[in-house]
């Protein structure tokens, strides 16, 4: 079973960064596309990002397009998600997901795979 653990997570300035990561307990990744999602208080969850199984093909939500980028190592069966110039409105509770990651993705595609417990980015000065 895919069972995903999130880290990285913190508090941090505006215009900070972080990096998150994705692994997965009791299956290794490298078999699937990945997501991140996040879900702000009293907001539902939305995607983030998601890359391809081999990691040559991403895609990217508008709101953080050109200041997230997500990659991954399949030798350390490990996706990262380096979060770059961050605002207050990207505050939520971060996870990794399997998910389907190609030209029709969009942020309310759901992801798969058995949700960890997130982790949490908060921006605030």
């Known amino acids: 079973q895919l069972q995903f653990v999130e880290s990285g997570g913190g508090l941090v300035q505006p215009g900070g960064s972080l990096r998150l990561s994705c692994a997965a307990s009791?299956?290794?990744?490298?078999?699937?596309?990945i997501g991140w999602f996040r879900q702000a208080p009293g907001k539902e969850r939305e995607g983030v990002t998601c890359?391809?199984?081999?990691?040559?093909?991403?895609r990217y939500a508008d709101s953080v397009k050109g200041r997230f980028t997500i990659s991954r190592d399949n030798a350390k069966n490990t996706v990262y998600l380096q979060m770059n110039s961050l605002k207050p409105e990207d505050t939520a509770l971060y996870y990794c997901?399997?998910?389907?990651?190609?030209?029709?993705?969009?942020?309310?595609?759901?992801?798969?795979?058995?949700w960890g417990q997130g982790t949490q980015v908060t921006v605030s000065s």
């Open positions: 009791e299956s290794p990744l490298n078999y699937h596309a």
């Open positions: 997901a399997g998910v389907t990651c190609n030209y029709y993705w969009t942020p309310d595609i759901p992801g798969y795979g058995y």
């Open positions: 890359i391809s199984v081999n990691g040559d093909y991403t």
